[in-house]
């Protein structure tokens, strides 16, 4: 049994840490991991830690935050960057409404330009919406991508049924575990087995009971446990359909050879 953490941020631990960041999360069974890019700056350290690990895999694009200090970044320039055989999804992009940290036009337009870049690329968008479901979706809904995941999905279930939709996939982060969030796991309930993954978002978020910790890819076996109590199926079950989920989404990613 494995698990797939399906998004982490690897490049923010800080460097000294990271090699034990990454084999505590083999010793807790999680084999696979996906580290998304923020920034197209720093996209050459991500490509440079996905190298270092066969079982890790990275992302390529600009987080909604960074969408006005990168702004003009081009579909063809992100598609391009999916050519290197570590790459295998573009994002994180979409919309975040709560901290608007960019103008919302600069957000709205990145994401329709990771949109195009993932369409040319034949790759999976990795899409960030928060208080922003209406409008992520319509962006979606009109730039068509190819199916991709809503990641860290915490909102309404408008956003989630239109998502299942537009063929999908809803990843499920610590967030779940949380003592307040009772209407997230009734959505999450009527989630298609199929269609689910789950991710820590490290280092943020923590799942219960580490909440408030630094958190770390490892911490991915608390959140498993608790979407598999959730979904009534063994922690066995949970592992490996998020595991052949992920790797049914994001096709260029190869399953771990030796898992354990
Ligand atoms: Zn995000
Ligand atoms: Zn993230």
């Known amino acids: 049994m494995y698990l797939v953490d399906s998004h982490c941020h690897l490049d923010f631990a800080p460097e000294s840490e990271r090699r034990d960041v990454i084999a505590r999360a083999r010793r807790a069974g999680v084999a696979t991991l996906l580290t998304i890019s923020t920034k197209l700056a ?19 694009g600009t ?12 579909a063809d320039e992100i598609s391009g960057l999916t050519r290197h055989p570590k790459v295998i999804g573009i994002g994180e992009t979409g919309l975040d409404f709560h901290y608007n940290h960019s103008p919302r036009e600069d957000q709205e337009t990145a994401f329709r330009a990771h949109a195009q870049a993932a369409i040319a690329a034949k790759v999976p968008l990795i899409v960030h919406s928060r208080n922003a479901d209406p409008e992520t979706v319509a962006i979606m809904a009109e730039e068509k991508p190819p199916a991709g ?11 989630a049924e239109r998502a299942l939709e537009l063929g999908f996939y809803i990843s499920l982060s610590g967030i779940i575990t949380f003592k307040n969030a009772e209407e997230l796991r009734a959505i999450a309930h009527d989630i298609p087995m199929d269609r689910l993954l789950i991710e820590t978002d490290a280092p943020y978020l923590a799942p219960m009971p580490l909440r408030g910790k630094t958190n770390e ?19 066995e079950e949970l592992a490996a359909r998020t595991s052949a989920n992920f790797f049914r989404l994001f ?7 030796n898992p354990s």
């Open 149 to 159: 995941v809503i990641h860290c999905f915490s909102t309404g279930r408008f956003l």
């Open 42 to 60: 720093e996209f050459p350290e991500l490509i440079a830690i996905s190298e270092t690990d066969p079982d890790i895999w990275c992302s390529v």
């Open 251 to 257: 096709s260029k990613a190869k399953p771990p050879a």
């Open 63 to 74: 987080h909604p935050h960074e969408a006005a200090a990168e702004k003009g970044a081009s």
């Open 217 to 235: 890819p490892a911490f991915l076996v608390h959140t498993a446990a608790f979407v598999a109590k959730l979904k009534g199926v063994a922690m």
